[in-house]
């Protein structure tokens, strides 16, 4: 079920905030940025809590390593900046 606005750390909500910080990203390019990096490689257990339940979940692998949809909208966007393509922010 796809919900809008997405609900706070599912797939679906780390796609979207990447894709803002990706507008942000390609605008600053022209004036001064040379790099980016995502913050967190992969999902990982954190101690029980009320504010992470069962770990931590932004990154772009599972903690068993397995591709989440925001590590396939990273590999698109690098790829498409390899090829030399203008229009990186894929929507």
Request: a positive charge; proline letters at 3%; charged letters at 20%.
């Amino acid at each position: 079920m796809i919900m809008v606005p997405s609900f706070v750390f599912t797939e679906e909500y780390q796609i979207e905030f990447l894709q803002q910080y990706h507008k942000v990203f390609d605008q600053l390019k022209q004036e001064f940025l040379v790099g980016e990096m995502p913050w967190n490689f992969a999902d990982f257990m954190t101690v029980q809590g009320i504010t992470r339940v069962v770990g931590n979940k932004k990154g772009l692998l599972t903690r068993q390593r397995q591709p989440k949809m925001s590590a396939h909208l990273i590999r698109d966007r690098y790829m498409k900046m390899m090829n030399g393509e203008t229009n990186t922010c894929i929507l």
